[in-house]
């Protein structure tokens, strides 16, 4: 607009910036999803329809025949201690499933048979909801809906074991000091980013964190993870406790909600898990750390300080417990970033005997 001379935003001015500015320009998709939204939500400012926090949903209703098995087999997810976000998932995966199901011709699952579960598992390109479907099916033959276990023929999903994106401690700390405190909202940008990166809390739960679960006597932080739905216990230390304790007092609007963090414009509500993650990577980009073939989120920050733990010789019981894991194994790919640890584990080169050269040569290997 500036560079056009146009002092008042229009659909049209919103619209020819997406059509010359980004869809021409080799951005990803995700980023012009993003730009796409900001132009929908101006417009809606526009119209005079008010700031729309998101589009509705897709409508994951299911046909009439499937409600009644799908709502016991949700009471049996909950019942098994599912978390807001797997029922999502599940249910969105029991969407497609049965919406797949009904279009060849199936309207129950009483008469589901090999050749359907097939035909709708080929059908299905999201290979990350086939262990949704898998659970399902599997339940279907415990509960005798089914008279056969359809599960099993259900492919696996492996996404594998990626190693974890990692900063150095000196990156990390070129990303804290970028912070501008002197402006709003840097305090409250500044605090969210150590909880991050000293104690490694995740996005959705700096979001969800609660005035009462601030234990500034005790310099304690406990809150119930909205991942695992276990609780947390953390030490609030002193770069912590003095960050929160400047947001709260001067730079936290006045509101009646019992959350910590509060959005910087107002009616100043609740924010999304996004805003905490578009803060670190607006700060990661200012600071100028090489985020290159990285992600660069929260997460990465999470993942720098238990691989920082670990390389620090600290057990990986006491980094599990930091993280807030329940299972054993939950850590094990930092394993691959211990390197210290792994040098002992390091053998020694064979002696070269010429014999796989020769094999190659085509020469004689007798």
């Not at 659909?11 to 995700?30: C, M, T, V, W």
């Not at 406990?222 to 695992?228: I, S």
Request: proline content about 4%; glycine content about 6%.
């Amino acid at each position: 607009m500036a560079q056009s001379s146009q002092p008042l935003y229009s659909p049209e001015i919103g619209k020819e910036f997406l059509r010359n500015d980004i869809e021409q320009k080799s951005y990803a998709e995700h980023t012009v999803r993003f730009f796409k939204t900001v132009v929908r939500r101006l417009n809606d400012c526009y119209f005079g329809s008010g700031y729309i926090l998101s589009v509705p949903r897709k409508d994951l209703s299911v046909p009439e025949s499937f409600q009644a098995c799908l709502k016991s087999y949700y009471k049996h997810c909950k019942n098994n201690c599912n978390s807001d976000t797997t029922m999502k998932m599940k249910q969105r995966a029991c969407h497609f499933f049965c919406s797949n199901v009904s279009s060849i011709g199936c309207q129950n699952f009483e008469t589901l048979n090999i050749k359907i579960v097939s035909r709708v598992i080929l059908m299905e390109k999201n290979h990350e909801i086939w262990p949704c479907i898998k659970d399902l099916l599997l339940y279907l033959a415990v509960s005798g809906i089914t008279t056969r276990d359809f599960s099993t023929i259900v492919p696996r999903s492996n996404r594998g074991i990626k190693i974890p994106s990692t900063y150095s401690n000196e990156e990390i700390s070129r990303l804290e000091n970028t912070v501008d405190r002197t402006v709003s909202p840097g305090k409250r940008n500044y605090a969210m980013i150590l909880l991050a990166s000293r104690l490694g809390i995740r996005a959705g739960d700096i979001a969800g964190l609660h005035l009462s679960d601030l234990d500034f006597e005790n310099e304690r932080i406990r809150f119930v993870q909205r991942k695992t739905g276990n609780p947390s216990d953390l030490p609030m230390i002193p770069e912590i406790k003095n960050a929160l304790q400047e947001y709260l007092s001067t730079e936290r609007p006045i509101s009646e909600l019992n959350l910590v963090f509060l959005s910087s414009f107002a009616p100043y509500g609740e924010i999304s898990y996004s805003v905490v993650s578009f803060t670190v990577k607006k700060y990661m980009k200012l600071a100028r750390v090489d985020t290159f073939g990285k992600k660069h989120g929260p997460h990465s920050l999470r993942s720098s300080l238990a691989t920082s733990m670990v390389n620090d010789g600290i057990g990986y019981d006491s980094v599990r417990k930091v993280l807030g894991h329940e299972g054993a194994n939950a850590i094990k790919h930092y394993a691959k970033l211990d390197i210290e640890r792994l040098r002992l584990c390091a053998l020694e080169s064979p002696v070269e005997t010429g014999f796989f050269k020769a094999f190659l040569e085509g020469g004689d290997v007798k």
